[in-house]
């Protein structure tokens, strides 16, 4: 199978449903990931189409398969529905197609069957004439890609049969991590010279534990692996670039996962030039790709640093679609305000920020803490990490679309 993403997407968005899929006995190879540049900044929508074609080919020579079934989500849906109706050919590459959250049709794209997933916090009664309509409900665009309930749809749609489970049961002992490092939204390889280095860190406070698990070698577009860690354990992983440190602080591990995606930007860009930076304070990213409600009553979710909540009707409506909150302190002045977004960043689709001074020290002297109660329910889920400065420092935390 191959997954297009969406607008400002990666693969990550698809990453717990690989588990999923491999845990009920697809090989891992044959759930493959299709990232382009959902800006059109790097290549255009052409350049996208021709690239995924040649992709198809290669997904299908490397497994043997004469077709491949193909899923899109939100603008991947119309990236999708283009590549199906250019041509009776690349129809007939497709053996399944799944629409998830995104473009209507008069009928199953390319003639090839469809089944269609909608968010039933979504626009009510869209669908494609003549596939399999599925709305999912109470759930929301992003959440729609994500959801054990979106997966049981899907393998019924591939297979004929319900999978033995849509749980992400761990596996015990020695697995294995890989993925990509990439600049966000653009999806190409991080620049040469680019380093990536993975320890294994405690849970009560993020330190590092003895040596480096591994310091893997970066290829042109960005990918990394497989390095075997140990499941249930926590791990920090560090993109180093001019002098830059970015690091990513995840949940356990509880899969061997090969979608693992490292959003970053070149320093001095995209992001990195609205962001205050000073010895005295940490900036974070919160990333879940699961819609983060803040005007739901008793089904808000409750995201807090170092106790102080993020997420409200201003800063976090359903509406807003928040996949992604920044807390920094803006213009360094040690004051915080969290009732109300910062503006630039509210702009952005899926992305949402907070002026939260989150004391941070060079080196490292304290223990920022983050947690996250799930729609309304506990208990609360931890990511614990060194309070870096963001004077050459930014972190990131990935928090798991699935629930316990």
Same mark, same amino acid.
């Given at each position: 199978?191959?997954?297009?993403?969406?607008?400002?997407?990666?693969?990550?968005?698809?990453?717990?449903?690989?588990?999923?899929?491999?845990?009920?006995?697809?090989?891992?190879?044959?759930?493959?990931?299709?990232?382009?540049?959902?800006?059109?900044?790097?290549?255009?929508?052409?350049?996208?189409?021709?690239?995924?074609?040649?992709?198809?080919?290669?997904?299908?020579?490397?497994?043997?398969?004469?077709?491949?079934?193909?899923?899109?989500?939100? $603008?991947?849906?119309?990236?999708?529905?283009?590549?199906?109706?250019?041509?009776?050919?690349? *129809?007939?590459?497709?053996?399944?197609?799944?629409?998830?959250?995104?473009?209507?049709?008069?009928?199953?794209?390319?003639?090839?069957?469809?089944?269609?997933?909608?968010?039933?916090?979504?626009?009510?009664?869209?669908?494609?004439?003549?596939?399999?309509?599925?709305?999912?409900?109470?759930?929301?665009?992003?959440?729609?890609?994500?959801?054990?309930?979106?997966?049981?749809?899907?393998?019924?749609?591939?297979?004929?049969?319900?999978?033995?489970?849509?749980?992400?049961?761990?596996?015990?002992?020695?697995?294995?991590?890989?993925?990509?490092?990439? $600049?966000?939204?653009?999806?190409?390889?991080?620049?040469?010279?680019?380093?990536?280095?993975?320890?294994?860190?405690?849970?009560?406070?993020?330190?590092? !534990?003895?040596?480096?698990? *591994?310091?893997?070698?970066?290829?042109?577009?960005?990918?990394?692996?497989?390095?075997?860690?140990?499941?249930?354990?926590?791990?920090?992983?560090?993109?180093?670039?001019?002098?830059?440190?970015?690091?990513?602080?995840?949940?356990?591990?509880?899969?061997?996962?090969?979608?693992?995606?490292?959003?970053?930007?070149?320093?001095?860009?995209?992001?990195?030039?609205?962001?205050?930076?000073?010895?005295?304070?940490?900036?974070? !990213?919160?990333?879940?790709?699961?819609?983060?409600?803040?005007?739901?009553?008793?089904?808000?979710?409750?995201?807090?640093?170092?106790?102080?909540?993020?997420?409200?009707?201003?800063?976090?409506? !359903?509406?807003?679609?928040?996949?992604?909150?920044? *807390?920094?302190?803006?213009?360094?002045?040690?004051?915080?305000?969290?009732? *109300?977004?910062?503006?630039?960043?509210?702009? !952005?689709?899926?992305?949402?920020?907070?002026?939260?001074?989150?004391?941070?020290?060079?080196?490292?002297?304290?223990?920022?803490?983050?947690?996250?109660?799930?729609?309304?329910?506990?208990?609360?889920?931890?990511?614990?990490?060194?309070?870096?400065?963001?004077?050459?420092?930014?972190?990131?935390?990935? $928090?798991?679309?699935?629930?316990?």
């Amino acid at each position: 199978m191959v997954f297009v993403h969406g607008g400002s997407g990666s693969g990550g968005q698809f990453e717990s449903q690989k588990l999923r899929f491999t845990e009920n006995g697809y090989p891992d190879d044959y759930v493959r990931v299709f990232e382009y540049d959902s800006s059109f900044s790097v290549e255009s929508p052409a350049d996208v189409q021709a690239r995924l074609d040649s992709f198809i080919a290669q997904v299908k020579q490397a497994t043997g398969r004469s077709q491949v079934d193909l899923l899109g989500h939100s $603008l991947g849906t119309a990236v999708s529905q283009t590549y199906l109706n250019s041509s009776p050919a690349h *129809a007939a590459n497709v053996a399944h197609y799944v629409n998830i959250d995104g473009a209507q049709a008069a009928s199953p794209p390319g003639g090839v069957p469809t089944l269609a997933i909608w968010a039933g916090r979504g626009t009510p009664g869209r669908s494609i004439g003549g596939a399999i309509n599925v709305t999912v409900p109470n759930q929301t665009h992003v959440q729609s890609a994500t959801s054990p309930e979106s997966f049981a749809a899907m393998f019924r749609f591939f297979t004929g049969q319900a999978p033995g489970t849509t749980d992400i049961v761990p596996e015990h002992g020695k697995i294995t991590i890989a993925g990509r490092a990439v $600049l966000f939204p653009q999806n190409v390889g991080v620049p040469a010279g680019t380093s990536l280095t993975i320890w294994r860190v405690k849970d009560s406070n993020g330190q590092r !534990i003895a040596h480096p698990v *591994a310091t893997p070698a970066l290829a042109s577009d960005g990918s990394w692996g497989p390095v075997q860690v140990q499941s249930g354990k926590r791990y920090e992983f560090v993109v180093e670039q001019q002098g830059m440190f970015h690091h990513f602080f995840y949940e356990p591990f509880r899969r061997s996962d090969h979608l693992i995606r490292l959003l970053t930007n070149v320093p001095g860009t995209s992001f990195d030039l609205i962001l205050s930076r000073s010895e005295n304070h940490a900036d974070l !990213i919160m990333v879940r790709y699961k819609e983060l409600w803040g005007d739901q009553g008793s089904e808000n979710d409750v995201l807090t640093v170092n106790g102080t909540n993020v997420i409200n009707a201003a800063t976090s409506p !359903i509406s807003h679609r928040t996949n992604a909150m920044f *807390a920094f302190d803006q213009g360094s002045d040690g004051q915080s305000e969290v009732s *109300a977004p910062i503006p630039v960043f509210f702009g !952005i689709p899926f992305v949402s920020a907070v002026d939260l001074f989150i004391p941070a020290a060079s080196p490292p002297t304290g223990t920022v803490r983050v947690a996250l109660t799930s729609r309304g329910s506990g208990p609360a889920r931890e990511v614990n990490f060194p309070n870096y400065p963001s004077s050459n420092n930014t972190i990131s935390v990935q $928090l798991n679309d699935f629930e316990r």
